[in-house]
């Protein structure tokens, strides 16, 4: 067996092991990158090469693999790559007031530290030094709304019952409102989804740098059938949601610009076709047509909104021909 088939065996013990139900097929097609030949193998091998195996028949009709008790799991691989990932997602979590999850995860990271040895140690925490400070990213540089953490754990807290939020919202001493969370767009202006009963059934965005205070209320509620935070952040460009704008979009990049457009993710479900002229063309299904304005901007005319037509009236008059470089 070679030595990368010797590590994957490894790594596939320890998931084996270390989660609760043990690990599927799909699992392990997903995890390795693998076909699902090579998964059977990889299944037959750990089956060969340990003892305490079990296998099970889920409800979902899914074999699962779980190792029991096994000794594999206090073999400890090296833990640098696992620091480096600890310390981006606590910078993450601050940069996002979400501060009960950056000292959890300050506490994991502590806690697997705390079990290696001291040279060990002292490598892991140097290189995830070293990787830090050369990923300029993590800093997300640019001008981002200021929220409050008070407000961002509240809210975390909501959600995880979930429970009714009481806010004020707007000016300072705005009167309290009672709300229904149902999750949080982070971005440089980051919203609250909630449902105020009050004014209906509809969900609306809160602005999270405007919410004055928050405060968990022991009062559960239910969620809206079948909604989905990610299907919800889809109907619009960037976070503003409006029903009356949603529609089809369509932007055609010039052949210049082609490109560079083509290395974009301009939304989620968008389709690109390049054109026989070299132009590219994209369309996505969304609302938010200032924010769309906000972005295409920037690349000047070489740029042209097909469709919808209130968005072409927006931006028509502002293509620049002068911009030394596109985004």
């Known amino acids: 067996m070679s ?3 010797a590590r994957d065996l490894l790594r596939l013990a320890l998931m084996a092991s270390s989660r609760h139900g043990g690990i599927s097929l799909a699992e392990i097609c997903t995890e390795f990158n693998v076909s699902h030949r090579t998964a059977q193998r990889m299944t037959e ?3 060969a090469t340990f003892a305490n195996v079990e296998i099970t028949d889920g409800t979902d009709r899914r074999r699962r693999w779980q190792l029991l008790d096994p000794a594999v799991a206090r073999l400890e691989p090296r833990q640098e790559t696992t620091i480096e990932a600890l310390e981006i997602a606590v910078i993450s979590a601050r940069d996002d007031n979400r501060l009960r999850h950056a000292r959890a995860l300050e506490d994991l990271r502590d806690r697997l530290m705390a079990r290696l040895p001291a040279r060990d140690a002292l490598r892991a925490e140097t290189d995830a030094e070293a990787v830090l400070a050369s990923l300029g990213h993590v800093a997300r540089p640019g001008p981002r709304a200021a ?3 008070e407000v961002m754990d509240a809210v975390i807290e909501a959600l995880r019952g979930p429970f009714r939020l009481e806010i004020s919202y707007g000016e300072e001493e705005s009167k309290q409102r009672v709300v229904e969370p149902h999750g949080v767009l ?6 609250l ?3 105020q009963p009050a004014r209906g059934p509809e969900l609306l965005n809160f602005r999270m740098d405007r919410i004055q205070t928050a405060k968990c209320l022991d009062e559960s509620f239910a969620f809206e059938d079948g909604f989905s935070i990610d299907s919800y952040a889809a109907k619009a460009f960037g976070a503003y949601q409006d ?7 369509i932007w055609r990049f010039s052949p210049a610009a082609a490109d560079r457009a083509a290395g974009f993710q301009f939304h989620p479900n968008q389709n690109a076709e390049r054109q026989p002229d070299g132009s590219l063309i994209v369309r996505f299904h969304a609302a938010g047509w200032l924010e769309m304005a906000w972005f295409l901007y920037q690349w000047g005319d070489a740029v042209e909104v097909l469709e919808p037509a209130g968005l072409r ?5 502002y ?6 470089s596109l985004p």
């Open 3 to 5: 030595f990368a088939k």
């Open 45 to 47: 091998a750990l089956e």
């Open 147 to 149: 929220q409050r953490p």
């Open 186 to 191: 982070l971005g440089q202006r980051s919203y």
């Open 193 to 195: 989804v909630a449902r």
């Open 243 to 249: 029903p009356s704008q949603y529609g089809e979009v």
């Open 313 to 317: 009236d927006l931006t028509e008059n």
């Open 319 to 324: 293509r620049r021909s002068d911009f030394v």
